[in-house]
């Protein structure tokens, strides 16, 4: 194989990662918890909050909210990161695990 052909097939698989990057960035995940749901783009910002159960806060409410809400984003992370292996996990094989 020459050097060109060797160019060519890294510049291909450079944007086929960027093409399935964009598209991650671009979906949706739900976190969800017993009481919040969290919507997080695939570039991990939160585009929205939605607490379920509208509750009377106390301070031990208030610390269980947060907990719930803490729950929710980590789940959407979760989701987000099993979303990018299964679609870049080849790429982060043959790249030594960059990704």
């Known amino acids: 194989m020459n ?3 060797l160019m060519a097939q890294a510049q291909k698989m450079q944007k086929d990662i960027q093409k ?3 598209e991650i960035n671009e ?7 017993e009481w919040v749901d ?10 929205k909050i939605n607490i379920k159960n509208k509750i009377t806060m ?4 208030l610390e269980c909210l947060e907990d719930m809400i803490k729950i929710a984003i980590n ?5 987000i990161d099993k979303e ?3 679609k870049l996990g080849m790429y ?3 790249a030594g695990g960059l990704f």
Do not use: H, P, R
């Open 3 to 5: 050097m060109s052909n």
């Open 92 to 94: 982060s094989k043959m």
């Open 38 to 47: 969290v919507e997080l783009m695939g570039d991990k910002t939160i585009s």
């Open 20 to 22: 399935k990057q964009q």
């Open 27 to 33: 979906m949706k995940f739900i976190g969800c918890s």
């Open 75 to 79: 789940d959407a992370y979760e989701k």
């Open 84 to 86: 990018i292996e299964k």
């Open 58 to 61: 106390d301070e031990e409410d």
